[in-house]
């Protein structure tokens, strides 16, 4: 497996030259209604993909899809350097802390919208319209619309979570409580990793992450901004404070197209790959005009690390649900770390989630649940964390009556 991927790491390397930007922003399309993958009538598709967001989402293809490129050229590289690795010592000295200038900068100070951020509720696919609506009604600061883990990205399912999204946020989605008690909108897009294979630019299929992003923004960015309520992301999987960058990047030219001003954009980073965990104080810096913060959680990190050190053996884990948690030492200091960071550079430090599902579970169990959701949180709000994010909506009031330290 090691000279296999030493092989393709030199081909690799190789191939990894500066790429065209003369591209035109004219050539757009969207798989036809009537193939037997659209499953989706025209006028649906049509009332999300206006002509406007079309315009706007070719744009922003065009002007990104060369460090969309190359972002995925750097991760595969990433990955055939760790797999080349002979001992578990040399993939280890392959993660160095990537520091971030020296000096007393913050970040950018957060909306005052932005400063509560107790309780957030996650993986809520906004196509699933009696759920959606439940947890916007549910009195959780926030609720994280997620196309990313938490959405089966059907074409279906993308299609009328958009227009899910643009109603809620303009406060007409059938059910929805009066704007101003109903949590804020902070949407998840899909990781650089996950492509809208509907839609093409250029003969390409548009990177996921950028369709979810410029359709909510064309519809809702402006509107968000004038009511004081966005617009706001959770930005998932990033690896490395290049990512970051690369984020900033899309924020700053589409304030420009759209008119907004500067650092109207506020996003938290979900802190989900082991790599990221060494660049956090850059992820900050990269970030720092349109940063809320850092987010830290147990499933996906420890994950990122079966997944960069599959190479190796030793660096399997027992069963994460019965053996593995927030209290694990390297966990712990994951955790600490990310909270220190933040703190040191004026940015909210939340984490993670709360996935019991009480619905379903017998009233022993809710009792339980109960016991370890306060236990847990509480435990990670004495150690500075600002926020934590819960999966059902039973359990918002059980995490804020935690004492969360509150930045502002």
């Not at 109903?182 to 996921?208: K, S, Y």
């Not at 064309?218 to 690896?239: A, N, Q, T």
């Not at 996935?355 to 306060?374: L, Q």
Request: charged fraction near 20%; hydrophobic fraction near 45%; include cysteine.
């Amino acid at each position: 497996m090691k000279s296999r991927a030493t092989d393709r790491l030199v081909q690799l390397k190789s191939q990894l030259t500066a790429a065209s930007s003369s591209s035109s922003v004219q050539d757009l399309y969207i798989l036809p209604a009537e193939s037997a993958r659209s499953s989706v009538p025209s006028q649906d598709v049509l009332e999300v993909l206006t002509p406007t967001v079309q315009a706007f989402l070719a744009r922003l293809t065009a002007h990104v899809q060369d460090d969309v490129g190359a972002l995925h050229v750097a991760r595969r590289r990433r990955q055939l350097e760790l797999d080349s690795c002979q001992t578990i010592e040399e993939a280890y000295a392959k993660f160095q802390f990537r520091p971030a200038p020296e000096g007393n900068w913050t970040i950018d100070p957060l909306p005052a919208i932005l400063q509560d951020r107790r309780v957030d509720i996650g993986d809520i696919a906004p196509a699933r319209h009696a759920d959606f609506v439940t947890a916007l009604n549910s009195g959780a600061q926030g609720v994280q619309v997620d196309f990313d883990d938490g959405n089966c990205p059907t074409w279906r399912n993308t299609i009328h979570g958009h227009r899910n999204l643009a109603r809620a946020a303009r406060g007409t989605l059938a059910g929805l409580k009066p704007l101003e008690k109903t949590a804020l909108l902070l949407v998840r897009p899909r990781a650089w990793n996950m492509d809208e294979e509907h839609v093409l630019v250029h003969g390409h299929v548009v990177p996921g992450a950028i369709f979810d992003f410029a359709v909510h923004m064309v519809h809702s960015g402006v509107h968000l901004w004038k009511l004081g309520r966005g617009p706001f992301f959770y930005l998932p999987k990033l690896e490395s404070a290049d990512e970051a960058a690369l984020w900033a990047r899309v924020f700053a030219f589409t304030e420009e197209q759209l008119g907004l001003p500067q650092a109207t954009i506020k996003a938290t980073v979900l802190i989900e790959s082991i790599s990221a965990a060494f660049d956090m104080d850059a992820i900050l810096y990269a970030l720092r005009r349109y940063s809320s913060g850092l987010n830290c959680g147990m499933w996906d990190y420890t994950a990122s690390i079966l997944s960069k050190f599959r190479a190796f053996r030793e660096c399997s884990l027992p069963d994460r649900q019965a053996h593995v948690s927030m209290r694990s030492p390297f966990l712990a200091t994951y955790m600490h770390l990310l909270i220190q960071t933040c703190h040191r550079r004026g940015a909210p430090a939340t984490t993670g989630m709360v996935p019991f599902e009480m619905s379903r579970a017998s009233a022993a169990d809710r009792a339980a649940f109960v016991g370890k959701a306060k236990a847990g949180k509480t435990y990670e709000a004495d150690a500075g964390a600002d926020g934590a994010l819960v999966y059902d909506t039973a359990l918002v009031s059980v995490v804020q009556d935690v004492s969360f330290l509150q930045m502002g």
